[in-house]
């Protein structure tokens, strides 16, 4: 198991950009970035494996990019143009697949989007 460590979470305007950082303990073969908004379930946002595949879901395309530095078992999510409906705890997480069946996660940090 990996110990995961999240940050750069924060309050910001329609139209800003912020960066997530997630520090693993450990090597993991997929990482990624989950969310979950008040009242909603839990859902991907990206996900990449070491193969370098990567996932978007559809309303962050274009907009979000996911990238990994394997020296520093370190996962980003750089949001560009975000929207009020990007409000939300972001989760980092790490599996052995990137099927992400038994993740391990983080402890999440709140970006929150105001109009």
């Known amino acids: 198991q990996v110990q995961l460590v999240e940050s750069g979470g924060g309050l910001v305007q329609a139209g800003d950009s912020l960066r997530l950082s997630c520090a693993a303990s450990?090597?993991?073969?997929?990482m990624g970035w989950f969310r979950q908004a008040p009242g909603k379930e839990r859902e991907v946002v990206a996900i990449?494996?070491?193969?370098?595949?990567?996932r978007y879901a559809d309303s962050v395309k274009g907009r979000f990019t996911i990238s990994r530095d394997n020296a520093k078992n370190t996962v980003y999510l750089q949001m560009n143009n975000l929207k009020p409906e990007d409000t939300a705890v972001y989760y980092c997480?790490?599996?052995?697949?990137?099927?992400?069946?038994?993740?391990?996660w983080g402890q999440g940090t709140q970006v929150t989007v105001s109009s």
């Open positions: 990449s494996s070491s193969g370098d595949i990567t």
């Open positions: 997480a790490a599996a052995g697949s990137i099927r992400f069946q038994y993740p391990q």
């Open positions: 450990g090597y993991a073969v997929a």
